[in-house]
Every structure is written in C-alpha cells, then in structure tokens.
C-alpha cells in the first residue's frame, strides 16, 4: 500500500540546497536530531499544560510539519556528508519514538476523543518502529512498510490537531478514525514483520 514515505526522495530533492549549507556551517546530524526531538517534546508539553487554549492546538501540525523536515535533513547530513555514527543511530530511532509520544499523548486530554484509543495508538506505533529496527538484527533492511508508517501518522494527528485548533468538534466520527488508525497500526506491524522474515528467507536462498 502507498504512504507518504514513497514521496519522501522529492522532499528531500528540495532541501538538499539547505542541507548542504547547514553542512558548510559546521551543523552535525546529531544536532538537528536533538532539536527536533526537543521541540516536540516542548510543544507537546505546552499542549498538554494548556488543552483547553483551541489555538495552541494548531502548534502541533507546524511542529509535525517542521519536525518532518528536520528529520530529512538529520538523515541527509549523516548519508550524504559522511556524519553516520552509531550514537546518530540510536538518537535517530529513540528521538523519533519519544518525539510521536509527546505530540500524540495530548490528544487523550481532548474530551471528544478516547484517551484509550490514543494511548494505543501511541504504544503500538513504537512497536512498529520497533519492528522496524529488530528487522536490521535478524539480517534484513530496515523496515519502513505501512499502512501507518510515521509520516502518515504525522498527517493523521496533524489534520486532527488542525481540526482541535479550528475549534471543530471531533466527537464520534475521531474516534472511528482513531479506531481504524489502530487497526492500521496493527498491520503496519505485521506487514513489517512479515517483509523483514521474507527478505531474510530470500537472501539466504541466494546465499
């Protein structure tokens, strides 16, 4: 199934100029990693300190919109300009799972959405990512497989928060979206599981 990961060589066509400059600067992938990670976790902090200000809400689809970005950008410096490390590997992965958590956990606080279901959503998205990583252990690639992969989770609550800020009720009709966001959830993990034991199989057939 299509995500908004395939369009992810496009976005990054754009900011190549961007990234080569911050390069030049002497700015590392470390860094921009941190940054992102930090500025979710302090809008989401802000979120949830304040869940009845309608507007603050709309802080999030920014925030997703420019975290996005930044994690392009973190990947590109590391490929492209010879900033790969194992610290930048594991800041990667944990910065990404500690980033969804502090964005997406606030949406509990909102009273026309079950905190059930977004705490679930939250839990099985890091089992995803999970899967993804445990798949490099076991010999294959890192996996990325949707339905639900990161960024479509990003348009997902970004369109939900957007909706919060314009003061639009999401009674019901959210909470049939988180519910069918969870069942993706799911999938998303199987498939990934799935893909990395096919990839193993096939490379040792080769072998």
């Known amino acids: 199934m299509p995500t908004l990961y395939d369009i992810k060589p496009r976005f990054q066509a754009l900011l190549r100029p961007l990234v080569r400059r911050l390069a030049g600067a002497g700015v590392t992938a470390n860094q921009i990693t941190l940054l992102a990670a930090a500025m979710s976790v302090l809008v989401g902090a802000g979120v949830a300190w304040r869940p009845d200000t309608v507007l603050l809400w709309l802080l999030i689809p920014a925030t997703l919109f420019v975290r996005m970005a ?19 590997a594991m800041l990667n992965e944990i910065g990404d799972v500690v980033a969804d958590a502090a964005l997406y956990l606030p949406f509990a606080l909102l009273p026309s959405l079950s905190p059930a279901l977004v705490v679930g959503i939250v839990i099985l998205a890091g089992v995803s990512e999970m899967t993804g990583v445990v798949a490099v252990q076991i ?7 949707g339905p639900l992969g990161k960024s479509d989770r990003a348009l997902l609550f970004g369109l939900l928060a957007l909706l919060a800020g314009l003061g639009v009720t999401l009674q019901t009709w959210g909470n049939v979206v988180l519910g069918v966001a969870l069942v993706l959830l799911i999938l998303t993990i199987l498939n990934r599981g799935r893909q990395a034991l096919a990839e193993v199989r096939a490379a040792r ?3």
């Open 70 to 88: 930044l994690n392009a950008i973190d990947g590109m410096l590391a490929r492209e300009h010879a900033m790969k490390s194992p610290l930048g």
């Open 139 to 145: 010999g294959a690639s890192r996996r990325y497989d």
């Open 205 to 207: 057939a080769h072998g």
